[in-house]
């Protein structure tokens, strides 16, 4: 699937959902194991931001790592729980998501094209998008109180497998493991200050404040 079929995917449930709302089931259901590549980039989008969305992120951590699980399981189709899959969109709706993939994809585009396809096609190409998937969506799911980018670094890893099968540029499972290391020193980064500072003012306290108390 080239992102120009997953663009016109999403043109048309944008002309199907003027005639009604249109769930996320019916859409993936439509592009068969195709869809869960599409679920997968379509999910990570609300997490490509710098903001933290707090339990947002634990959720759908969770949601993109169990899909990541059915592909690297060679699951022929998408399994979603019935509140993703039955959540609708109305026109308005799709027509942002259009919009949003649009943005994405006019990045991609200027740096991905086909090669090393024999990391993406086929089972094989599915089941390593899959793995990176499940870490990605687990490094996602970790609480880390709304510290910026903890969800943008794991999202760009999902993503970027996404686009790997997608754009069937192997290229792109290179990218996504530097985001994986990039969420991994992130990570480390934030629990390192949080132990020193924590061990510093335990000290300070101690210093400080009257024996009795």
């Known amino acids: 699937m080239s ?3 997953l663009m016109q995917h999403l043109a048309e449930c944008v002309e199907r959902a003027h005639q009604g709302p249109l769930t996320f089931g019916t859409v993936f259901h439509a592009l068969g194991r195709d869809g869960i590549a599409m679920a997968l980039l379509v999910l990570s989008l609300p997490f490509l931001q710098p903001v933290s969305l707090g339990p947002l992120a634990i959720g759908g951590g969770l949601v993109l790592a169990g899909i990541g699980w059915q592909m690297a399981r060679g699951r022929p189709d998408l399994w979603l729980p019935d509140r993703i899959r039955r959540q609708q969109l109305d026109a308005k709706g799709w027509e942002r998501l259009l919009g949003a993939m649009r943005w994405l994809v006019g990045i991609t585009q200027r740096f991905t094209r086909t090669r090393m396809t024999e990391l993406t096609d086929g089972e094989r190409g599915h089941r390593i998008a899959g793995w990176f998937a499940v870490v990605g969506g687990l490094l996602l799911a970790i609480p880390m109180g709304g510290v910026p980018f903890n969800n943008m670094l794991p999202g760009m890893v999902v993503a970027f ?8 540029d192997g290229l792109m499972y290179l990218v996504a493991i530097l985001w994986g290391l990039a969420t991994l020193a992130y990570f480390g980064l934030i629990v390192y200050l949080l132990v020193f500072f924590g061990a510093e003012f335990r000290d300070w306290l101690e210093a400080n404040l009257p024996s009795w108390l």
């Open 161 to 168: 497998a996404a686009i790997a099968v997608i754009e069937r």
């Open 3 to 5: 992102n120009q079929v």
